[in-house]
């Protein structure tokens, strides 16, 4: 009978007849005074057979095939020493992108990382051995496994952008690859008749196969047949009708594995150790949509608790993010939890910071949606730490403030003004910095300010605001304590803290729509007080009589008063029973 199989294999490797493990079968048989042929394919098919019956032989002895694993865990797993640096540097870098900052990992927190690397590989080894020696796997000649396995130990992740897998060295710390059974048992069918120069159904018009056999590297067909045999096929993804499953925290973290071990999710959970270590911190909910048999088998997303909180979505898509037809039903599950809505503006935060933070470093030229962002313009950026992410700054100090804010204004770098002579020298888009205007009594010939002061405004000695303009906007506190009369008096349409204490008349005097704490101090009467729609807090110590006053407002803090008698107090306080009313 010929020997196509382990001919083939040594074709694969010329030296493979010659190697230690080879040549000491052929010394057994010598010394037991057997048959010994020195052609390369007996001297593999006689070997081959040893591994046959001491992998499949004992398997009514568990205790042997712990043993072999074993063997395999000391020839095949990182070793603790060969953890690259890089490692513990990429999980620094995870943490900064997440908004967590710049953090350290002492020496108990690299070895529970070693911990999990090193176990991790050890049970995707193990899931192989298993499989391979197995009943399951009878129907495959040794040959055939033994091309598998030897392959599978050289691969490392899988790309799914590329749609290969990398290669595996003794720094690599990626798991060993996930055993899609349906993907292995295609491969190795096709790869059999092949050798044994059988017909396969269908290669005659599937070029890319052919192509693939030519050289028959098994990377490449377990690569090929993840993604174009056994795939998650489009209408599947398409489906998004499923169940969420929820593992409660230290539950059983095996039963999550097997559901996700085989369909290449990309997520280390899939790990043993990964999912008992995250299991012993918090819940996890997978959703899984259903398969061709109408079985919710198919895992798509993941949410993953950490003391009562979210600490993190995946998807099934590139980089673990969500696949494009499966967000609306994460987002409705998000929003079961208290911090989801916020969670989902962190995630997004954080990812666009990122994606600046590369593109700045490229050199490549942000757009002015960028730069609003990074700027802070519109909204505060919001991460997973305390306080600001550090690399807002960073970026920042890397850039021309004033090229910048020219873009997001649509005006020229001129118009931009950081010093106090350029913010008064008139038609200025954006000021940011403090003014001291202490000095200005009155507007004179004309005070122009410019459109958008990022920044607190001290003009505490004015007398007169006619002939003022003011900012559109402001974003800091503005002072008019000495102000006593509102005629000429233009506010801008948003401010911070606004200080009108000495003001004594309003005169229909239109305030911002929102403002941060009111002071109104020396109004006597609330006649004609058209007051902002939200305050932080509102002080009118000086009013007679709440003749006018309207309070229906969004007022977050306290509303205070001094010379108001007890009745009113009384009055006010059944009015609006939800404001926080004092005598100061």
């Known amino acids: 009978m010929e020997k196509f199989g382990e001919q083939f294999l040594h074709q694969k490797d010329s030296k493979l007849h010659t190697f230690d493990k080879v040549e000491h079968e052929m010394e057994r048989k010598k010394r037991n005074e057997e048959n010994v042929s020195q052609k390369p394919a007996d001297k593999i098919e006689d070997w081959l057979s040893v591994i046959k019956k001491t992998h499949t032989g004992h398997n009514d002895d568990p205790r042997v095939l712990e043993r072999i694993k074993k063997y395999y865990h000391k020839e095949y797993v990182i070793k603790q020493e060969n953890i690259p640096e890089s490692y513990f540097d990429n999980q620094k870098r995870l943490a900064r992108e997440r908004g967590y900052g710049d953090i350290e990992i002492d020496n108990d927190e690299r070895e529970n990382l070693t911990e999990v690397i090193i176990s991790d590989q050890k049970s995707t080894l ?44 003794k720094d690599t710390v990626a798991p060993f690859p996930d055993l899609n059974r349906e993907a292995l048992v295609y491969v190795i069918d096709v790869v059999v008749k092949k050798v044994n120069k059988e017909n396969i159904e269908g290669i005659e018009d599937n070029h890319e196969l052919q192509k693939l056999l030519e050289g028959i590297n098994f990377a490449k067909l377990y690569a090929y047949a993840i993604e174009k045999v056994t795939p998650t096929e489009q209408n599947e993804l398409l ?51 259903q398969d061709k048999k109408g079985n919710s088998t198919i895992p798509r997303a993941a949410i993953r608790m950490e003391n009562s909180k979210i600490a993190e979505v995946r998807g099934v898509a590139f980089d673990q993010n969500l696949d494009p037809y ?93 010093t106090k002579e350029e913010a008064l020298r008139g038609g200025m888009k954006y000021h940011i910095g403090n003014l001291d205007l202490r000095d200005k009594q009155s507007a004179g010939a004309g005070l ?112 205070g008063f001094n ?22």
């Open 126 to 169: 193990d899931n192989w051995v298993n499989y391979l020696s197995s009943p399951d796997s009878d129907s495959f000649p040794m040959w055939a496994k033994y091309l598998a396995f030897n392959g599978m130990i050289k691969m490392s992740a899988y790309d799914k952008r590329k749609h290969t897998f990398g290669n595996r060295k």
């Open 239 to 289: 489906n998004t009708e499923g169940v969420w499953l929820k593992y409660p925290q230290n539950s059983d973290h095996m039963s999550l594995v097997n559901s996700l071990q085989g369909h290449g999710t990309g997520w280390c959970t899939a790990g043993e150790t990964t999912a008992k270590s995250q299991l012993s911190k918090g819940d996890f909910y997978v959703y899984y949509s």
């Open 326 to 418: 499966i967000g609306e039903v994460v987002k409705e599950k998000l929003g079961e939890f208290s911090d989801g809505e916020s969670y989902n503006k962190k995630t997004g935060d954080m990812e666009k910071l990122t994606m600046i933070d590369k593109k700045n470093q490229g050199g490549e030229k942000l757009t002015k949606e960028d730069l609003l962002f990074l700027y802070e313009i519109n909204s505060k950026i919001e991460g997973f730490g305390h306080g600001g992410d550090s690399r807002i700054k960073e970026i920042i100090k890397t850039r021309n403030f004033k090229d910048d804010y020219s873009i997001i204004f649509d005006c020229t770098p001129d118009k931009i003004s950081t």
């Open 448 to 559: 122009e300010l410019p459109e958008i002061i990022d920044g607190d405004v001290d003009l505490s000695n004015l007398r007169s605001a006619v002939g003022l303009k003011f900012p559109r906007i402001m974003n800091g506190d503005l002072n008019l304590k000495n102000l006593r009369l509102s005629e000429g008096l233009n506010l801008p349409e948003k401010t911070g803290t606004l200080i009108l204490s000495g003001l004594i008349s309003v005169n229909g005097l239109k305030f911002p729509d929102s403002t941060w704490d009111l002071f109104l101090n020396s109004l006597q009467s609330a006649k004609g007080l058209n007051l902002p729609n939200k305050m932080s807090s509102l002080f009118m110590l000086n009013l007679q009589s709440t003749e006018g006053l309207d309070l229906n407002k969004e007022i977050n803090g306290t509303v």
């Open 563 to 584: 010379s108001l008698e007890s009745d009113d107090f009384k009055y006010l306080r059944n009015k609006y029973p939800n404001l926080s009313i004092s005598k100061y």
